[in-house]
């Protein structure tokens, strides 16, 4: 099991999918934490699930009562007879090292997991350290808790959450656009983003191009995440975002990738000519 934990979840999450029903009329916003809390209880479920699925039935039955055990003298809920959702979140909360009281509602976190479950492409994979940043500033912005002392803002966590949910190429970095994080900072892909009439009010108004930058600039000084711009020209070009590389290690994998691109196009084109040439011999 690797030392650094991770939280994952999808990036539906941020369009509060529990709280805004299609066949209902908004009701009563949800809270950041509520978000949070959403977040979590997909989180500890789909760490057990995986656990189980990776290490077999034997070793997460044992998992299972390390967990019981360890929280059984701070709880007064029975653990006999539960569901398989319910034993699938003590496993992960254990994976995931999220504390689990008495007054964690395992049949909400099921209910949720399922909801959110017609609705995981993308994931997001966000460091521990990271959520549990944002979940305490954002408990203390809904006056739940103290401020912590090195909160990530809501703006910051959404779109963490839009570039983290970017699929990765195989230097581990992916390009992002302003336009992909203004859309996946409201919780959906930008195609369906644009054809939307609708944006749960929560989100509202979405990130505009100037925020995105700022917001990113701060969060590149931070040491969150490093970029590098790709263009062809002098202006424009792509922006390549990594959590894993230098600034150096990150400008020599664009480089590499951009090397790679070009020789496919030779080869392309070269078998293109040939097929050609064979064609009309």
């Known amino acids: 099991m690797s030392e650094e934990n991770y939280f994952r979840f999808p990036l539906a999450i941020l369009q509060g999918l529990n709280y805004y029903e299609p066949h209902q009329d908004y009701g009563e916003l949800p809270s950041y934490s509520d978000i949070m809390e959403d977040a979590i209880s997909y989180a500890v479920i789909n760490a057990g699930i995986g656990y189980k699925r990776n290490k077999g039935q034997e070793d997460f039955e044992e998992e299972l009562e390390v967990a019981i055990e360890e929280i059984r003298s701070d709880s007064t809920h029975c653990y006999e007879g539960v569901s398989d959702y319910t034993k699938y979140a003590l496993v992960g909360a254990s994976i995931c090292k999220v504390s689990l009281k008495s007054s964690f509602d395992y049949d909400n976190a099921s209910w949720f997991y399922q909801e959110y479950s017609q609705h995981v492409f993308p994931l997001v994979t966000m460091k521990a350290e990271i959520f549990w940043a944002a979940f305490h500033q954002a408990r203390y912005e809904d006056n739940k808790g103290d401020l912590p002392a090195r909160g990530i803002s809501w703006r910051e966590f959404r779109i963490l959450c839009a570039i983290l949910s970017v699929k990765k190429n195989r ?70 975002y990594s959590f894993k590389h230098s600034p150096e290690d990150l400008r020599k994998a664009v480089g590499r990738w951009a090397s790679f691109r070009r020789g496919d196009s030779i080869r392309q084109n070269r078998a293109a000519d040939l097929a050609y040439a064979l064609k009309n011999q």
């Open 171 to 240: 230097e581990g970095f992916s390009f992002v656009g302003w336009q992909e994080i203004q859309a996946r900072s409201c919780g959906m892909l930008r195609k369906p983003y644009k054809a939307t009439k609708r944006i749960p009010e929560h989100l509202t108004t979405p990130y505009s191009q100037k925020q995105i930058k700022r917001t990113c600039d701060r969060l590149e000084a931070l040491n969150f995440f490093t970029r590098c711009r790709h263009s062809k020209g002098n202006r424009g070009g792509f922006m390549a």
